[in-house]
């Protein structure tokens, strides 16, 4: 393993925090808030270390597939112990901190923060900027600023990217990361636009853009989306986060003018329906079982389900109360998630055509013993270590939710309190049920669930294997 590389990598992801704790600073420096300290002794203390670290002199800049797991591990736990820091010295709890901090990396949008609207303006954009900064992947804008890795880069690209199947949209990894980042800011900036025009204001706009591009779900508002009343805000919203869970590959096409082509991916129709069809079904059961209106019930329905399905987490309306058929569709689209190559979490959508493709082969397999048939996605042939190791990410993924619901089931609350809030954090969703609902938040857990938790969501953002290598021995080894 080259340690010093990955320590030199560290060392960078250090100073990009640093400089992106600046805008928190300035604001929190112009509007006077109590908060300012706190962004100035965090600023110094990731600056200090970044310096440290960027001493460290490689004596080979070569890059192995093993390194890039460690170093992706090994950043985004950096990420979250010290971008905590501005929340610590502010006065919360270290765990809350941190719990806070992954929240927002990891685009969950979990919260201890009881009232969002009580922060200094400075901590609520840190809030929401690291919801945005963990959305594409910070390893993903370090590829975008740094070229020296070379071809190593390629191997950093894979561990951060989310899905089954990593490829590059251009040549050079250096590339892509930058066409990624094009088409994550142009969104950003068009929503924030459309969002002032529908009559939010530009703070709020620019938060809750960097928020609904990233599929995070953090708010400046103590009641999310519902504080705004607004049905234009409200579909606006819904477009971009059905936009967000999009596979980025795909949006590369349609901003080359290729829509033919990325209206055929398989991945797409797929997401499509299963959003069209848990839209349909919720508003049938909430016109049916509680007398909604038609629109109301269309309109409450499409973005529960959007934000769900895309893992953002934002609310406009309290669906604990729901029927039970509705809140069993919406945790549905909680575990299956978006697609792959986007900033959504859950299982993803790809994964979830492989495992029934895979359950139809092997029954077909009992019916012709003798037949031959490989799997294919989006009409190419997927190669048989892609199926099992997409088995074995379901099995990982199944496991930790249970785990999880295990450790916070020992808090004395109820199962469905318990089984949400493993789906939730795994699937970096953030809202769940009962205590955890959309009108609630965590503060209430011990400091052993929030842990637990906080690790659920760093496996989950960064799709479980890149945490779990960091087990085996070897990996350590030279």
Known sequence: MNRSVIARVVGLILAIEAFCMLPSFVIAAVTRGADANAFGASIAL???????LSRIKPKSKRFQPRDGFVAVALCWIVLGLSGALPYAFYGYSYVDAVFETVSGFTTTGATVVAAPS???????FWRALTQWMGGMGV????????????????????AESPGPISSKLRPKTSETAKSLYIIYIALTLAETLLLRVAGMPWFDSLTTSFTTISTGGFSVRDASIAYY???????????????????FGALFQIQR??????????????????????VAFIAADLIVTLGKGVYESVSQSAFQVVTLMTTTGYATTDFDLWPFFSKAALMLVMFVGGCAGSTAGGVKVSRVVILFKGLKRELRRILHTREVRPLTLEGERVAEGTVSSVAAFFFAYVVILIAAAMVVSLDGVDVETSLSAALTTISNVGPGFALIGPTCNFAFLSALSKVVLTVTMLLGRLEIMPLLVLLFPSVWKK
Do not use: H
Not at 118 to 124: D, K, W, Y
Not at 231 to 244: H, P
């Open 229 to 247: 009343g607004s049905e234009a805000v409200n579909w606006i919203i819904v477009l971009f986060m059905f936009v967000s869970a999009v596979n």
């Open 139 to 158: 390893l993903v804008m370090v590829l975008a600023l740094l070229t020296s890795l070379g071809e190593g880069s390629v191997n950093l690209m894979k």
């Open 46 to 52: 990731c600056g200090a270390a970044s310096f440290f």
């Open 118 to 124: 009580a922060l200094p303006m400075g901590l609520q």
């Open 257 to 278: 003018g290729q829509w033919k082509d990325a209206l055929k991916s398989e991945e797409l129709r797929v997401y499509t329906f299963i959003t069209a069809g848990a």
